[in-house]
């Protein structure tokens, strides 16, 4: 048990304090507009570049997972939404005693 | 309010709401629908509506809320079991409602985990540990032996 903890805690002081900080942001943001700090360091950090990979790769492959919806599918959608709201106005104003 | 500014609310975050719909349900053809009595309750309940920018993150949450609330109401049963052989985009259709709800909210509308939690109605924990759970489950089994061989 002890041998378990010994291998842990080395495994984790060897990590790179950045490579913590690394994951916070991909999970925080995403991949937008990474802060200067980071794209510095994983241009220099020959040890948090593969960790740097590792979680633009899951990002990546999460995203493409997720079903996406663009805004040109939907333009007759946006239009019958907006016929049901008119009608619904209409239908208030004049059914509503407020 | 008017049409003008609901048009430009529909505008900037209709595909957000129907993407919402379509990753809880995954039938295209009711999502119009869910969508538009899910803003007409929202009117109908708060009376007076104005969508200017300032107050649309907080309509988009509500609006949120109760498409989820109204997928939850209406949805079938018996649940279908989903074959685990399915195609790699289907993958998302295996997870839970939650946690489809959750990877949606958080990855195609950047909603933050206090707001995710209020649509919900979970605690901040329990959707921090939903999406940690969705993650390792869509992207976890293939990514691993990609990742072993890059480290």
């Known amino acids: 048990m002890k041998r378990v903890f010994d291998e842990d805690s080395e495994k984790v002081s060897n990590l790179c304090p950045f490579s913590r900080q690394i994951e916070v942001y991909c999970e925080s943001v995403g991949k937008k507009d990474p802060p200067d700090f980071l794209t510095e360091h994983y241009e220099n950090c020959e040890k948090c570049r593969p960790y740097f990979i590792k979680y633009g790769n899951e990002l990546e492959r999460l995203e493409s997972l997720i079903p996406k919806v663009l805004k040109e599918d939907i333009i007759e959608e946006e239009i019958n939404i907006l016929k049901i709201w008119n009608q619904f106005r209409r239908k208030k104003s004049i059914f509503s005693f407020d | ?151």
């Open chain 2, 1 to 151: 309010m008017s049409t003008k500014l609901l048009k430009q609310f529909l505008n900037n975050h209709l595909h957000e709401l129907i993407g919402f719909s379509y990753a809880l349900s995954g039938k295209m053809q009711q999502c119009e629908d869910i969508v538009a009595d899910s803003i007409l309750a929202y009117s109908f309940d708060k009376g007076k509506v104005t969508f200017d920018e300032t107050r649309n993150r907080n309509l988009l949450r509500d609006i949120s809320k109760l498409i989820f609330g109204r997928y939850l109401s209406k949805k079938d049963l018996p649940i279908e079991e989903k074959s685990q052989e399915e195609d790699a985009k289907d993958r998302f259709f295996l997870l839970s409602d939650f946690e489809r709800a959750i990877c949606f909210l958080r990855h195609r509308m950047s909603l933050d985990i206090a707001e995710i939690s209020h649509i919900i109605d979970m605690s901040s924990y329990e959707v921090i540990s939903a999406l940690s759970n969705s993650r390792y489950f869509l992207t976890g089994s293939e990514l691993e032996k990609s990742n072993e061989e890059s480290l």
